[in-house]
């Protein structure tokens, strides 16, 4: 299978295009070095016996005055920036994959369901997804985790937090992959391979999870690239606005909020360097999303 | 036409139903307000006393009676952190934000729109191609990334404009405009271009999209096999059909512009209405959010009806309606 | 002199799997007046000649040899600027689906007037007079009234018979009709061609009339060109070829026509299909499915040879040729 892929008209016009190449590569190297930052990173920032204030605010290596063990310069409390950016990408990413992952069930499920079973059913759900679709999903997230804050007690809550995001921002994606999903089942519905299904008397969900899904996943997927983008940046924004994740098991968007305090003594480097990472990853994310989406697009082949 | 307007109106009433349902019942069932309004100690009489002047020992309909009520005449009640009307915190902030989303929208269409139809004709430049790139970092960057890179560059480094608060504002009455000042106008810059970046971005990729999909239609090849100018296909036949869609899209954007600048807002200390929902949201300060999910929710039907009656005016097709021929 | 003259014409699609031939040597002339039917199966290469002449191939199609000739000038090295000029003017154009061929937003008045502004100075109330003159005789009712009309708010034969004003007005010598009829219902087919007959011949215009319809062909035509697998079959007067087809190919076209006059057991068809440009075989394309083939057939391309007032391209006619 893996010699089909690397024949197909898809993979050749991935190794055609450099951006598309570059991307992945870089993805690939973010991937690694957060998945796996308990043991690449140089130091681990959260163990709080081996932070030394006196470590504090050293400028990156690269810097005339710059210390020589912290390539991207520690924050107000010794913590390396390097290392906190990569532990902070690990967070960033699993809340984001997490978050699609979900927004994809969800999503997935009632554009099956609307599209197969049609009428009643369909108007409701379409409605549901339609008038959600005109909100901006920011907004969404935010009231969502605004109300688990105050449902859930303090303590509950902090335990909690990641899961909650990974529910608000999930919540906040779902209608696309519902729209989309809706609109190719009901073109499959009319297909002959669903008939027969129906004629030899296949159940409604085989025929939808079984039968239907695995032809209409397509543009989920390319949709699903460009949502984890959207997705890492939404839990970002969240953590940036201090509703996300707390300072004591950071992400991305915690560190740049929390360095933006040092932006005006010139302390540059304790928010600028979580930026990049952040840009960077979705930036490939996005560049990947897009040479997906023209792949696949059987008008432009 | 009419008979449009108050079908959509019908439609969104049980949208507005439902998102009020949903804010009163943070209010019913989320967070004590008790609690906040008297701090720790208190008496049981305050407590009862607090109670009845509540109005929270009504049976819940009646509750959700009074509270609609209160909100269609605009009463929202007191924020729990601030003590002070909902209803007037909102005001006042709403001419920052207001002017903040406007100087952002214009931006991001003055700007966005024409970048959007040259790299749609001059489709392989070199320039098309880098105003592209630099398009798909503008999508990549969070808006609050882009804000603390414009607050390092122009504010820290070179100094020219001020890195937060909004300057120097004219009192007008019920309104407070930052337009009429040199230090207000300075001030709006940097927020005004940070939330406007995406949107631009958007509007530049999508009215280039739009332009190549129309370039490549059969009335275009029909034009050109008339021999029409290329001038007057651009212009006048590509562009036309070109804007159709993106105005709705554009009118869309409004709203993402309103939720958006929460985050602008909070990068630049901008005093506007994001500002005072985060702020909401750290301290479960539920008056203020349900206020805001309500005016949210309406500000999207209005918007959404202005879109549609923006399409119904530009389009031919759906004024004179269907058929006809014979 | 031939009004066009198509000398050897080649054009090329480079795609990634390397270069393909679209249309392989295709020669045709049309003289001033004539109606020149193209006709052949979808995928022959009609659409793509008619696209040839008026310099409107969609890239990366291009011309790789051969020439293309208006009133002896030749056209095919001109840029896109400098064929703007002829088009409308001197070579028209007509395409199939007049739903997307008309620009919804703009009145069919003002489509008129701006074609017709482009290449002839006009005040606009005269072009606006003009324009309901036109739209008059493709017979469009009460035009005056509906010059400000949208084209939706047509059916597709009226649609289609402003199109044919639309190709018409600027006044051009030669028009190039792709498949005029074929979105069309089968009772307004008829109304259009007879239309679009009457108006060439008033205004003395020579159209090339692209169809796979044999049918529209033999009411219309006065010469018929067959097109296979990119290249010419059979070309010559249409009442020849139609009584006397000199290629198997065009024997089998029509004979697969059922006839309200004549009575047959079953109707002809030819057996395989017209191969795919990437698999032409070699020698004669047709070799494979012809009922008459020979050892030559399948080994030398034949070139165009008379045979009687038609010239096919068919070894079965070398020997008449040598004949004499």
């Known amino acids: 299978m893996l010699g089909r892929f690397l024949d197909s008209d898809v993979f050749y016009s991935f190794r055609r295009n450099p951006l598309a190449v570059g991307s992945a590569i870089v993805l690939a190297c973010i991937l690694i070095g957060s998945v796996f930052s308990p043991w690449l990173a140089p130091t681990n920032p959260f163990d709080l016996a081996s932070l030394n204030v006196m470590d504090s605010f050293n400028p990156p290596a690269f810097m005339p005055d710059g210390a020589r063990a912290n390539l991207l310069g520690t924050d107000e409390q010794g913590r390396d920036v390097l290392s906190s950016i990569m532990y902070g990408t690990r967070v960033s990413l699993f809340v984001g994959v997490l978050a699609v992952a979900f927004a994809i069930t969800l999503g997935v499920t009632v554009g099956l369901v609307a599209g197969y079973l049609g009428g009643f059913v369909e108007s409701v759900l379409m409605r549901i997804t339609d008038v959600q679709l005109s909100f901006p999903s920011i907004l969404i997230a935010l009231l969502v985790d605004g109300i688990a804050r105050a449902v859930l007690p303090r303590e509950l809550h902090n335990e909690l937090e990641l899961y909650v995001l990974i529910f608000a921002i999930g919540i906040s994606g779902w209608p696309q992959f519902a729209r989309t999903v809706r609109g190719s089942t009901m073109v499959e519905r009319g297909k002959e391979y669903v008939m027969a299904a129906r004629v030899i008397g296949i159940g409604s969900a085989r025929i939808m999870f079984s039968h239907i899904l695995p032809n209409v996943l397509g543009p989920v997927l390319v949709i699903a690239t460009l949502s984890l983008g959207q997705a890492i940046l939404a839990e970002a924004t969240l953590s940036f606005l201090g509703v996300g994740l707390p300072p004591t098991e950071p992400s991305l968007g915690t560190l740049i909020r929390i360095g933006q305090n040092f932006l005006l003594s010139g302390e540059w480097w304790v928010t600028i360097f979580p930026g990049v990472a952040l840009a960077l990853m979705v930036l490939a994310i996005n560049l990947l999303g897009d040479w997906l989406r023209d792949a696949l697009n059987p008008r432009l082949r | 036409m009419f ?244 105005i709705t899209i554009v009118g869309l954007q409004i709203g993402g512009l309103i939720a958006f600048a929460i985050v602008t807002e909070s990068v630049f200390q901008w005093p506007g209405m994001g500002l005072l929902l985060v702020q909401s949201i750290g301290t479960a300060d539920i008056p203020v959010m349900s206020a805001y999910l309500q005016l949210i929710a309406v500000l999207f039907v209005v918007i959404n009806l202005l879109v549609d009656l923006l399409y119904y005016a530009v389009d031919p097709r759906l004024r004179i309606g269907r058929g006809g021929g014979h | 002199m031939a009004l066009l003259d198509v000398v050897d014409l080649v054009v090329e699609f480079p795609t990634r799997r390397g270069v393909l031939r679209a249309l392989d040597g295709v020669s045709l002339s049309i003289d001033p007046g004539e109606v020149l039917g193209v006709v052949g199966e979808s995928g022959a290469g009609k659409s793509l000649t008619g696209a040839a002449i008026i310099g409107l191939l969609e890239p990366p199609g291009r011309v790789a040899s051969g020439q293309i000739l208006l009133n002896g000038e030749r056209i095919d090295t001109k840029t896109q600027e400098q064929m703007r000029p002829l088009r409308g003017k001197q070579i028209g154009a007509i395409f199939q689906d007049p739903l997307t061929t008309l620009n919804p937003l703009y009145s069919i008045g003002r489509q008129l007037v701006e074609t017709m502004q482009t290449h002839m100075k006009l005040s606009d109330r005269d072009a606006q007079a003009r324009a309901i003159k036109w739209l008059e005789d493709v017979g469009i009712p009460a035009a005056a009234q509906r010059i400000g009309a949208y084209p939706h708010q047509f059916s597709g034969g009226m649609r289609q018979r402003v199109v044919i004003a639309l190709a018409l007005c600027a006044e051009p010598k030669l028009v190039i009709a792709d498949e005029p009829t074929t979105a069309l219902d089968v009772s307004i087919q008829a109304q259009i061609i007879t239309l679009l007959k ?22 219309t035509a006065d010469r018929v060109a067959v097109m296979y697998a990119g290249r010419l079959a059979e070309i ?60 030559r057939c399948r080994t030398d391309r034949p070139g165009l040879l008379p045979s009687g007032q038609t010239q096919a391209a068919c070894w079965l006619y070398a020997m008449e040729a040598a004949n004499g």
């Open chain 3, 198 to 219: 009457r108006l060439t011949r008033e205004h003395g215009t020579s159209v090339m009339l692209i169809t796979h319809d044999m049918g529209v062909i033999a009411e």
């Open chain 3, 236 to 295: 010559g007067p249409v009442a020849e070829v139609v009584k006397h087809p000199a290629h198997p190919y065009t024997e089998g076209l029509m004979g697969s026509i059922p006839s309200l006059t004549h009575r047959v057991e079953r109707l002809r068809q030819i057996d395989g299909s017209m191969p795919r440009l990437t698999a032409i075989p070699t020698g004669c394309a047709f070799n494979p499915r012809c009922d008459k083939v020979f050892d």
């Open chain 2, 3 to 246: 008979a449009f307007i108050v079908s959509r109106l019908l439609q969104a009433i049980p949208v507005l139903l439902v998102v009020g349902f949903i804010s009163f019942g943070m209010f019913a069932f989320v967070g004590d307000p008790i609690l906040f309004m008297l701090g720790q100690d208190f008496t049981l009489e305050q407590k009862e006393a607090l109670i009845r002047q509540l109005g929270l020992d009504q049976p819940f309909l009646v509750q959700y009676g009074h509270y609609l009520w209160a909100a269609l005449h605009g009463n929202f009640g007191m924020s729990y952190r601030l003590a002070r009307p909902v209803s007037t915190l909102l005001l006042e902030r709403l001419p920052a934000t207001a002017e903040l989303a406007l100087s952002a929208a214009a931006f991001a269409m003055i700007v966005g729109m024409p970048l959007g139809v040259y790299t749609g004709i001059k489709r392989d430049a070199l320039s098309s191609r880098l105003i592209l790139m630099f398009s798909l970092v503008g999508v990549s960057l969070p808006p609050f990334l882009i804000g603390i890179l414009l607050i390092l560059i122009f504010a820290v480094l070179l100094g020219w404009l001020p890195s937060f608060g909004r300057g120097e504002v004219v009192n007008l009455g019920i309104w407070t405009t930052g337009f009429l000042t040199w230090s207000g106008l300075k001030a709006l810059v940097l927020p005004a271009i940070s939330l406007g970046l995406f949107p631009l971005t958007l509007n530049m990729r999508l009215v280039r999209a739009e332009m190549l999909e129309v370039l490549r239609s059969d009335y275009i090849k029909f034009a050109k096999a008339r021999g029409i100018s290329q001038r007057a296909i651009y212009f006048g036949h590509a562009l036309k059909n070109t804007l159709v869609p993106v």
